[in-house]
């Protein structure tokens, strides 16, 4: 199975929008992607989910082309409270495999 | 609502010992699935079980299996324990027909 990919670290200034983007080519036809965030020590946390398009809710909005092999997570105006780790969640398929799969995650830090 | 709860938090394993870990979905949540969280690997996909019954498995040997039982609880069995599986366990919700995921604070798991 594929694995999805998503930028190691990213930095950011508070006040600033922030864009993190997941790449997964093998991602299942009729699965949605999800996306998380996990501090040190916690469970992750559910953010935003979605099937295609645009989604938008009050803490994020996500991106999805037509294709579906990646998506973007746009963070508007970040607080240094959103110093996490983010991750993508997908179903991923092979044959007749399906696999959760998690992005490697991306390590925001936001700067004052 | 109460959230998911897994037990114990922590545990201290050594080499060779098994380990069952439990989890408690929130209520009315009838899937179930099992991650295992390491600085190395990230956040891998283990089991998902759906009214007792295993629905999909992650790539891990056969030492760790899992089960579901009729309220929705579920357990993880590590077998013949090894220094690598020394990780964080994560355990998430979900209702049916989302991947919308409740997860859990986590088991962390030394083997020694």
């Known amino acids: 199975l594929a694995k999805t990919t998503q930028p190691i670290s990213m930095d950011s200034y508070e006040g600033q929008e922030v864009n993190i983007t997941c790449s997964h080519n093998?991602?299942?036809?009729?699965?949605?992607i999800t996306w998380y965030q996990q501090f040190p020590s916690q469970g992750p946390r559910f953010i935003i989910q979605g099937y295609k398009t645009k989604v938008t809710n009050e803490v994020a909005s996500l991106f999805i082309p037509a294709d579906r092999k990646s998506s973007t997570l746009s963070l508007p105006r970040v607080s240094l409270s959103d110093t996490a780790v983010y991750y993508c969640l997908v179903a991923m398929t092979s044959g007749s495999a399906r696999q959760l799969t998690f992005g490697s995650g991306t390590q925001l830090t936001v700067l004052p | 609502k109460a959230g998911v709860t897994q037990t114990p938090r922590y545990l201290i394993k050594t080499r060779g010992q098994q380990v069952t870990l439990s989890c408690s979905p929130i209520?009315?949540?009838?899937?179930v699935s099992w991650y295992q969280q390491t600085p190395g690997q990230g956040l891998q996909f283990l089991f998902e079980?759906?009214?007792?019954?295993?629905?999909n498995k992650g790539n891990f040997p056969g030492r760790f299996s899992g089960r579901q039982f009729s309220n929705s609880r579920s357990e993880m069995n590590v077998s013949t324990l090894e220094l690598g599986d020394s990780a964080l366990y994560l355990c998430?919700?979900?209702?049916?027909?989302?991947?919308?995921?409740?997860f859990g604070q986590g088991t962390r798991l030394t083997v020694v």
């Open positions: 998430a919700s979900s209702a049916q027909g989302t991947t919308e995921a409740f």
């Open positions: 209520s009315g949540h009838r899937s």
């Open positions: 093998n991602i299942a036809t009729n699965d949605y």
């Open positions: 079980y759906f009214s007792e019954t295993q629905r």
